[in-house]
């Protein structure tokens, strides 16, 4: 094995997302945007098809297109994004849906697409993406009338529950809605673990399907093995790595791996305690992290492994995104490309 190994667990994947639909009552679709999260979102859709789902969500037409060629033409695909310019041909001979998100979109759909499935994307706060309270107002009745499949909105603060901005959006989402006879989606992964009232028609998880926070029960679904390139013995005082951040205190065995920042192991995670796993046993990663390399401080081991984990069941993605001061999302969509990638399940 010459480069790193990224294992990725298709049945854990599968099994994380039926373990999300048994929370609630409704249906619960699959958010694979990203490219599945950085995972792909063909393989990651088959899966999850295979598993129960029905419907995906992607941010952009040519993300549906994509999954659509991987998947086929059983499961229903929407896009976060809606309808823009140029998207007509995309949504139509792909059967992709888009959530529309303005007035605008709305009239452009229309008027492209007469006929073809819509959904709406409300604002309830976020004010990131959809119609706003007033907009609603003024187009629901010509909206409605043109028979929607799906009305939703989107959480900002779902990853804390004590969070006082979930029960207000749910307050609006709920003064926008209640009443009309449309499926209804408010939540992503925080929404389904906030509760039943934050469920109604539909579901949409995203990272709790691929074994990220806030989905604390998720099965780990990546795994990633650094390849051991050289061994060395250093001496108390020597130093390590880029600007010697790191200097020994006693006789070390350093292992250099191959894989650093250029493979999405962001720099910053090096100085945040993270270790790479062997015989068990957690080696600290000392020194700086570099593009293609980073050292392990082996000293500890019974022998030299051919390779070190680095993201397992122990060290998820989120403990290294703590480490680098960020989120699991932005670890698991930086993964690089040159990892051998392998599919199980
Ligand atoms: C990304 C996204 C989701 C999925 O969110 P997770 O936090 O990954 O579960 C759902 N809905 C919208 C609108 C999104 O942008």
New binding site residues.
Partial sequence: MSTAKLTIDLDALATNWRSLDAKTNCETAA?V?ANG?GLDAGRAGKALANAGARNF?V?AAEEGVALRRAVGPGVGISV?SGHMEEDARLLRDFNLTPMLNSVDQMLRHFEALPGHAFGI?LDSGMNR?GMERGEWAAVAEIALGQGPVLI?S?LAC??EPDHEMNARQLREFRELTDGIEVPRSLA???GILLGADYHFDLC??????YG?APYAEAMPVVSLDLPVIQVREVMPGETVGYSNTWTAARPSRIATVAAGYADGLIRAMGSGGIAAFAEGKACPIVGRVSMDLITIDITDLQAVPESLSLLNAAQTVDVLADAAGTIG?EILTSLGHRYARAYRG
């Fill in positions: 958010v945007k999260y969500f941010a976060f994307q993406l939703m989107h779902a990853d992503a992964t925080g949409r998880p995203g990272i709790g399907l990220g999302y």
